[in-house]
């Protein structure tokens, strides 16, 4: 599967997507007992969002390296691992060396965000660092280049089919600003209560890679609901 930033942007312009705008449905909202259905019921999305939990650093708990390897090895895009654990600077890496495309942590559990994100770099996956609603993002505005994408959470992290918080907003604005002035290629994700009523409110913000979960999973034509959600996003970016 292919990995890293120029295979994957290829990729967008080869199926005919609008680049820049991406759409990750969340595994969380599937059906874990039909999972390689599940994932084929998404092969229009841009990458699959996989929460891993560790029952430490949020109180929840899904599964680990060997599910994620077994994802990997069946789903029909690319993964985005997104990583609510604890010592990540430990974990993070044997993700990347499954191949996953790209691998997100949390800047409150790394314990040097800078020189994981270079690992996760050199094994050959992108590097993303994920912020929670409450935690200030200030200090990313000057180290933007040394990651791939930054995740606003736009609930709190551990559960899904969470409400929407507007309030992470400002936030994700103001790293949409630095990325602008510094001429930064780093991606900007949202994950939580993205949905066809949310996700014009954070492209407006500066998002350009959404996480969705029961707004595809829960529609009877998945496709469709990527293709819907992806068109509503492009719409303000062209704006």
Do not use: C
């Given at each position: 599967m292919t990995r890293g930033g120029?295979?994957?942007?290829?990729?967008?312009?080869?199926?005919?997507?609008?680049?820049?705008?991406?759409?990750?449905p969340s595994i969380l909202a599937a059906d874990?007992?039909?999972?390689?259905a599940e994932l084929a019921r998404i092969a229009a999305a841009d990458f699959v969002h996989v929460d891993v939990m560790d029952n430490h650093f949020v109180p929840n708990l899904t599964f680990g390296p060997q599910m994620v390897e077994r994802i990997q090895a069946t789903s029909p895009v690319p993964l985005d691992v997104h990583l609510m654990i604890d010592d990540p600077d430990?974990?993070?890496?044997?993700?990347a060396e499954l191949g996953a495309a790209s691998v997100t942590f949390h800047l409150e559990a790394a314990?040097?965000?800078?020189?994981?994100?270079?690992?996760?770099?050199?094994?050959g996956?992108?590097?993303g660092v994920a912020v929670k609603p409450g935690t200030p993002a200030d200090s990313l505005h000057e180290?933007?280049?040394?990651?791939d994408q930054i995740l606003v959470m736009t609930?709190?992290?551990?559960?899904?089919?969470?409400?929407?918080?507007p309030e992470t907003m400002p936030k994700l604005r103001a790293l949409a600003d630095a990325a602008r002035r510094r001429g930064s290629a780093v991606w900007l994700q949202v994950d939580g209560g993205i949905s066809a009523s949310t996700i014009a409110q954070a492209a407006e913000?500066?998002?350009?890679?959404f996480v969705a979960g029961s707004a595809v999973f829960g529609a009877d034509d998945p496709g469709s609901a990527i293709a819907a959600l992806r068109d509503q996003a492009a719409s303000v970016h062209r704006h």
């Open positions: 120029t295979g994957i942007a290829g990729r967008h312009r080869d199926n005919g997507q609008v680049t820049g705008t991406r759409i990750n874990f007992v039909n999972m390689q430990r974990w993070a890496p044997g993700y314990a040097d965000p800078v020189a994981l994100a270079r690992r996760l770099r050199a094994i996956s992108r590097a180290l933007l280049d040394e990651f609930v709190e992290p551990g559960f899904g089919g969470q409400s929407f918080m913000a500066g998002a350009d890679t």
